[in-house]
């Protein structure tokens, strides 16, 4: 059952397939590069795609655009206090604005900092503090992508390896690092939840460290959720409670309201009232008012911040975060009938599919990941993004592509075409038309070339020196 109904609706269209195949060449087999009037069905991203309610529409009128001292500041602010526990706030542009505001203030030269898995833009962050970000998840969890194993066992396969934080601490000194970090959900690890267990146990091994303790918030609603479905300690917990509880193991959240906020733009940091914690903010503020704004709208438009305080309290709605978790896990279920390897249990935000396995006969220096989701592309003007060895070079992650839902846009028939759209896929790949690609430009930082490295097909190259 649907939670929701239209009353504003923006049309798209199918380009045809010799339209699409030129379109994907334009763009250098990069999809950052195609224009979104030839895409039919969007899941390059859930962050600020999403559907606003008719109450933060509505919200908008009341955006108090004054420089300092915005009741639109102060609106926010209780909402952030209420739905996550945070009064002390830092506005920010969006998630990665947030990200330099608190990872510059926190991280120096030389520093190390552990995270479950680094989002992509996190990572660049801490490097770019001058720190060495460190992936923590469960070996088992990884290992279980790769096997495509599911069960009981993987309820929480987002979470935090605190024993890594030891040994990394062991290894080069718990002085070197500065946070320890959670981010909920996974997202570059299969968007899998983070158990409230875990966070505990996380914010005792900061303890010990003396670092401190940041939670990277995005979809804590959604990891909610998964919390309140899975861990018997908290079946007859509201979502909203899950939340609260779960947040409030943090010293601070970094936060992109373009996900579980519910609007198309804006990101704070929540930092605790903690007396130990004030250095902190202070810093903090002080590089929001550099890079990002006075401290009551960083970045934002007064009527932003308004549309993401009522955002932030629908999030935790027991029916928003049903229907939106319900809803991936139905792309996700229709796509496992039709053969396609998904990661089970299916992620909050998003179905991610093991590339490797869709396309075996694609080696992994030739991008897998991306292949398919240019075939995605050609044959049913799908986007979807790779999260693989293209995303995160020097890395060993599996080569997953991600089919992210935006929130209350997309209904069931569309989902039904990006499934028809799988089985086009299948039936090219068993015919070996699939080739797969290689990189032709990679300009800039390795971190963020995903975003901008060009590509060809190795099929194209290999025929024209055959010539
Ligand atoms: N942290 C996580 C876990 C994220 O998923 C993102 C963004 C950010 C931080 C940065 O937030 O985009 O508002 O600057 N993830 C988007 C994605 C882009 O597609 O997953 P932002």
Redesign the pocket.
């Known amino acids: 059952m649907r939670a929701y109904k239209s009353k504003v609706v923006s049309p798209i269209q199918l380009p045809e397939r010799d339209e699409r195949a030129a379109n994907l060449e334009r763009a250098g087999y990069n999809v950052f590069e195609l224009d979104s009037e030839g895409v039919y069905v969007d899941l390059?991203?859930?962050?600020?795609t999403g559907t606003m309610s008719e109450s933060q529409w509505a919200a908008l009128m009341k955006g108090d655009e004054s420089y300092a001292g915005s009741t639109s500041f102060e609106r926010l602010q209780e909402a952030i206090s209420d739905v996550m526990g945070f009064e002390r706030i830092v506005p920010a542009?969006?998630?990665?604005?947030?990200?330099n505001v608190l990872y510059g203030a926190l991280v120096s030269e030389g520093d190390y900092v552990p995270n479950n898995t680094?989002?992509?833009?996190?990572r660049a962050h801490v490097t770019n503090a001058g720190g060495e970000p460190v992936d923590c998840p469960l070996d088992a969890s990884v290992e279980g992508i790769e096997s495509g194993e599911e069960g009981e066992n993987r309820n929480f396969a987002g979470d935090l390896d605190v024993e890594k934080v030891r040994e990394l601490a062991a290894e080069v000194g718990a002085e070197r690092i500065p946070a320890v970090v959670v981010?909920?959900?996974?997202?570059?690890l299969a968007g899998q939840p983070v158990s409230v267990e875990n966070v505990r146990r996380a914010r005792e091994v900061a303890d010990e460290l003396d670092a401190v303790f940041v939670i990277?918030a995005?979809?804590f609603a959604e990891n909610a959720f998964f919390v309140r479905e899975r861990d018997p300690a908290f079946a007859d917990a509201s979502v909203a409670e899950v939340a609260r509880e779960q947040l409030s193991s943090a010293d601070a959240v970094?936060?992109?309201?373009?996900?579980d906020g519910l609007v198309n733009?804006?990101?704070f940091v929540g930092i605790g009232d903690d007396p130990a914690l004030d250095g902190l903010y202070d810093r903090a503020r002080e590089r929001g008012i550099l890079f990002e704004g006075f401290t009551t709208y960083g970045g934002m438009a007064g009527r932003d911040l308004e549309a993401m305080a009522v955002g932030l309290r629908e999030a935790v709605e027991e029916r928003y975060v049903a229907d939106r978790v319900g809803q991936v896990q139905r792309l996700g279920d229709m796509l496992a009938e039709r053969d396609v390897p998904v990661v089970r249990p299916t992620g909050g935000?998003?179905v991610y599919v093991d590339a490797a396995a869709f396309l075996p006969e694609i080696p992994a220096e030739q991008f897998p990941g991306q292949a398919l989701v240019c075939e995605l592309y050609r044959e049913g003007g799908v986007r979807g993004?790779e999260l693989g060895s293209f995303a995160f070079p020097d890395t060993d992650r599996p080569e997953l592509v991600?089919l992210?839902l935006p929130r209350r846009t997309y209904g069931a028939d569309h989902l039904e075409h990006v499934a028809e759209t799988f089985e086009s896929v299948a039936e090219r790949r068993d015919a070996g038309e699939i080739s797969g690609l290689e990189i032709v430009e990679e300009p800039g930082m390795a971190e963020l070339r995903h975003f901008s490295a060009e590509l060809r097909p190795v099929a194209e190259r290999e025929a024209t020196t055959a010539d």
């Open positions: 390059l991203t859930d962050s600020g542009h969006q998630g990665r604005g947030a990200e680094h989002f992509d833009t996190t981010t909920l959900t996974n997202n570059s990277d995005c979809r970094v936060m992109s309201g373009k996900k733009v804006g990101g935000h998003a993004v991600r992210a």
